[in-house]
């Protein structure tokens, strides 16, 4: 027997080895060897089987790893489709699908030992006076951990030994699976009524589903088919509700499901509402949880519960889409419109769009859940590929808050400089704090100040590696790039060649100093930061985020982070500091995504009894997705937003593949995208639709030292390019130390 193997190095092909006979019936489809390739051994994976081998003299595997074949059939096809579409080699797409701590040769279950009580005929031994307090607690619990019981007890090992000595106990190695969540008390919860619009898209979803159960995967199923779902529904409105029951009822059915959040949504509120309705009752299963905050031990105890079907319910971010769920049911994308589903370097997949290959592939009901969709998805559902679902009120009839926009430039014009706080948002935090409610504060900018300047000489902090000013933070007492990481001290005096002037002054804001300011303005006032700086533990998210939730905190106040996801019925007001601070980006995403920002962050506002507020801050008060966020018109801002892009063929009109040289000579790196540009000129003359835009420097001309140059390619055959794409790639030959990254279907243009 002949077993085809992908390498973990990158070298495009598949490589025959003979199955010795001593591993015939282990080896298949999946499983992991280590193989001889060289003078060295490698680890890979079997990703076919053959009778014969057009190669003689094979060499052959040297063993297994593992117990269980880690890749299934369905997963490995899954690979196989992501390194044609996104142009990668197939050993890159199939480590994609494993998480490293699984793929790892070493890596396995941790063993602890456990202490168990014998069951006793006869005379009890005597005891010394500390044995018996040993004992009298093995007595109640019967068994326990030993590292448990030695801290319980304030005793060392010898004298449990000492016990085992006498016939009482057993003292053996056990598996202890590492739970992120073991410490946390989760209370059962149960379904809640559905109001019309909720049972109207349940009713949808479950009728897909049993179809697709049905069925089977769909051979051959075009994109359209109506077992993918757009769950538009306002902030509020109860989509985790339905994702809840529509889980519920492919666990009736026999099949599991896969629930992704962005990383930054992965709150503890988001796992423990899971957890807490499937900890019982007859669809009782475990939760499995992936993503890049657990530690490699709990990244491999997950995995596996997944893999022995203990766990029929995973929640994680983009990469859980691989979770080796057999059979699986349904697939739920939250907050589908999030950049975070797009992987940055190679494979780059975006998980939304793997999610509808892999439902189709196994024939899964998919559901794409937002309030603010990406213009593709809405696109796709009024174009019939998706189904259109709405839920266009709040659960329990509460209210849209409130959206009052304050144009920033009024409040500059009464003084000399730009305050942070304007004061129809000063009064309105005051109001809050004098009656016990809560407020969030965003600012998508971290730091204390977005730059050093010189006012004499104009010079401005840089980064040395890259094209972008240094951020000063305070705390720190650092400038700090956010690009590629570089700190330096902050000058005395101006560096400018002849200047040494030393009025330096600090420009523009971050989080630290809104923080800063909030304290002197409210002194009494509980507040806490939340941002990539501030959280440094591992459980700070989940600390700040308890904190607040039972009233330890008067105000939060973050980036991102805090936009999304979170349900804290007391926060009666948002306040919105810089809400058109990414509206100027070189991006033709740069409205769609103050739009979704702007309406994210409003809705954490009023989810409770009492009505809520929203205070906008802007500079472009006018800008159409400024008042249409103000409005929660999701739908004026699609139509209008469409007639920009269809002009320019920009998606959803239109599909783009990005490619990107870089290099730490510029002219070297100009030059090879110059002759790039020919050769797709010359290799893709059958694409009639076909622009090629550039090539131009890209957007962050330097990055992480590297120089950048971009080509943009938009066409309506995707996929088609993709694979003439792959073929350019592995024909042109660049300078040593300039390379070519394909990026299909970007989300950032920098």
């Known amino acids: 027997m002949i077993a085809r193997v992908t390498l973990e190095i990158a070298l495009r092909k598949e490589f025959d080895y003979l199955v010795p006979v001593e591993l015939e019936g282990v080896v298949e489809v999946g499983s992991r060897v280590q193989v001889p390739f060289g003078p060295r051994s490698v680890l890979g994976c079997v990703t076919g089987m053959a009778e014969r081998s057009d190669y003689p003299s094979l ?41 490293e ?20 005929s006869g ?72 109001n019309a619009a909720q049972a109207a898209a349940m009713v949808e979803i479950k009728k897909a589903m049993d179809a697709g159960m049905r069925e089977g995967a769909p051979t051959g199923a075009k994109e359209g088919d109506s077992r993918v779902f757009l769950l538009h529904g306002v902030t509020g409105s109860g989509k985790t509700e339905v994702y809840l029951q529509a889980l519920a009822h492919a666990l009736e059915r026999g099949r599991g499901g896969i629930v992704l959040v962005p990383e930054i949504s992965l709150t503890p509120q988001t796992v423990e509402r899971f957890k807490a309705r499937f900890s019982q009752g007859p669809l009782q299963t475990l939760v499995a949880v992936l993503h890049s905050h657990l530690s490699t031990g709990e990244r491999h105890d997950e995995w596996h519960k997944i893999r022995q079907g203990r766990a029929r319910i995973v929640i994680g971010a983009r990469s859980a889409i691989f979770a080796p ?32 290959v892999r439902g189709r592939m196994e024939g899964a009901t998919v559901v794409l859940g937002s309030a603010t969709p990406s213009m593709e998805s809405f696109h796709n559902a009024r174009k019939g590929k998706y189904s259109l679902l709405d839920l266009p009120e709040r659960a329990d009839d509460k209210k849209m808050p409130v959206v009052r926009i304050v144009d920033m430039r009024q409040t500059v014009r009464r003084g000399n400089s730009i305050p942070i706080f304007s004061p129809q948002l000063h009064e309105a935090i005051a109001r809050r704090l004098d009656a016990g409610e809560q407020t969030i504060l965003f600012l998508n900018r971290r730091g204390y100040s977005s730059s050093l300047q ?27 790039c956010h690009i590629c990481g570089h700190t330096q001290t902050v000058p005395k005096v101006c560096p400018g060649e002849k200047c040494g002037n030393p009025e330096i002054r600090f420009a523009g804001l971050g989080t630290q100093k809104v923080e800063e300011t909030l304290g002197k303005l409210f002194p009494h006032a509980r507040i806490k930061r939340m941002d990539s700086d501030a959280l440094k533990r591992k459980h700070d998210f989940r600390e700040i985020l308890g904190n607040f939730r039972t009233g330890k905190l008067d105000v939060l106040l973050g980036t991102q982070m805090i936009a999304k996801g979170l349900h804290f019925p007391n926060v009666t007001l948002v ?38 507020e929203v205070i906008v801050q802007a500079f472009t008060p ?37 490619l990107t040289l870089k290099g730490r000579n510029e002219e070297k790196v ?59 790639q592995a024909a042109i030959h660049f300078p040593e130390d300039v390379t070519l990254a394909v990026d299909i279907d970007p989300v950032e243009m920098s």
Request: with cysteine; hydrophobic share 40%.
């Open 622 to 658: 006018f800008h159409p997705s400024i008042q249409f966020a103000r409005r929660h018109d999701f739908v004026g801002f699609y139509e209008q937003e469409l007639e920009f892009r269809q002009e320019l063929r920009y998606p959803p009109a239109g599909r783009i593949a990005l």
């Open 101 to 120: 701590a699984v793929r790892q040769e070493k890596a396995g279950w941790r063993e602890r030992l456990h202490v168990r009580v014998v069951p006793r």
């Open 575 to 612: 306040g919105i500091i810089h809400a058109d601070m990414a509206l100027h980006q070189p991006d033709f995403r740069a409205g769609e995504r103050t739009f979704q920002l702007l309406t994210q962050v409003a809705g954490r506002a009023g989810r409770g009894d009492v009505e809520g």
């Open 325 to 356: 769920v057999d059979p699986l049911g349904l697939v739920i994308v939250d907050e589908e419109h999030e950049n975070s589903y797009k992987q940055e370097e190679s494979p780059r997949y975006h998980a939304r769009d793997v999610a509808i």
């Open 670 to 728: 100009a030059f090879s995208a110059a002759h790039l540009k020919k050769e797709l000129e010359r290799a893709l003359v059958a694409f009639k639709d076909l622009i090629i835009a550039g090539p131009a420097p890209a957007p962050l001309l330097k990055a992480e030292s590297f120089y950048r140059h971009q080509i943009m390619l938009r066409t309506a055959r995707m996929s088609q390019l993709s694979r003439e794409l792959a073929q350019v």
């Open 123 to 194: 005379e009890m031994p005597k005891l010394s006076k500390r044995q018996g307090e040993i004992w009298n607690i093995l007595e109640e619990r019967r068994e326990m951990p030993l590292a448990e019981l030695i801290e319980l007890a304030e005793t060392t090992s010898g004298a449990v030994r000492r016990l085992e000595d006498k016939g009482l106990i057993t003292i053996t190695g056990e598996i202890s699976e590492r739970d992120p969540y073991s410490n946390e008390q989760i209370l059962p919860s149960y379904p809640l009524p559905l």
């Open 59 to 99: 060499k052959s595997i040297i063993k297994v790893i593992g117990a269980q074949t880690l890749v299934t059939p369905k997963v490995l096809k899954l690979a196989r489709w992501i390194g044609e579409y996104y142009c990668c080699a197939p050993e890159i797409a199939l480590k994609s699908v494993l998480p």
């Open 454 to 480: 010189c006012p004499l000489c104009g010079y401005v902090a840089g980064c040395p590696n890259c094209s972008i000013s240094l951020t000063y933070h305070r705390q720190e007492a650092k400038l700090c």
